[in-house]
């Protein structure tokens, strides 16, 4: 058993409370939800890998006209989302399906600390679905914890690899915008978001270039 589920399993009830505090020394959620909202209120909302639902709940209280979807291929995906359910929906299962569906166009789509769990050869399947799954008008917010050589950025490498026990590969600020590039072609980069607590949490907003 991988040491992250095991502590969730010794938790019970306090699980929410740990999972927050957790995941707060890391990433404030709730100030990247504050730049996100700041992009303006839009109809439809799709989150690429969104786990428990952390993210959702906490744009959902910004947004209060937005429709939410939230899609993850982990079984537990949405458990712990904590608000107004009429508007929010998530899906066990691959972007990739919900693209071929064709039932939902989003005005952003927001990739938020996937991609570095994505071997980099099955990365282009997952900008591929992001790049889909927006309108023609729409945006894509892009977050990732900077491969970085400072202290708190190896806590944070420690952290996945040996409590979640996945295989990741973080990427330079450069190295992301290189893959943008070359696998997000048509679109570029309008917009940086430094977030808190600290510098190596960082993101894009993107758009569709002209022609």
């Not at 291929?73 to 359910?85: N, S, W």
Request: include cysteine; proline fraction near 4%; aromatic fraction near 10%.
């Amino acid at each position: 058993m991988k040491i992250g589920k095991m502590v969730r399993k010794m938790a019970g009830p306090l699980e929410p409370m740990l999972a927050n505090a957790y995941r707060e020394f890391f990433f404030d959620v709730d100030g990247f939800a504050d730049e996100v909202a700041k992009l303006g209120e839009v109809d439809q909302v799709v989150e690429i890998g969104c786990g428990e639902g952390a993210l959702i709940t906490s744009l959902a209280k910004r947004m209060p006209k937005t429709r939410f979807l939230g899609v993850d291929v982990c079984a537990e995906v949405g458990r712990l989302f904590e608000g107004d359910k009429d508007r929010v929906q998530f899906r066990c299962a691959d972007a990739q399906v919900i693209v071929d569906e064709g039932r939902v166009l989003a005005d952003l789509v927001i990739v938020c600390d996937v991609m570095h769990h994505v071997p980099v050869e099955q990365r282009h399947a997952v900008w591929d679905a992001a790049t889909k799954l927006a309108k023609p008008s729409g945006r894509i917010v892009f977050k990732e914890w900077l491969k970085q050589g400072t202290p708190i950025y190896w806590v944070g490498y420690a952290s996945d690899r040996y409590i979640t026990g996945d295989e990741i590969q973080y990427e330079t600020k450069s190295d992301w915008m290189c893959q943008m590039s070359a696998q997000a072609p048509g679109w570029g980069v309008v917009g940086e978001m430094k977030l808190r607590p600290w510098r190596t949490n960082h993101a894009f907003v993107l758009e569709r270039t002209a022609g």
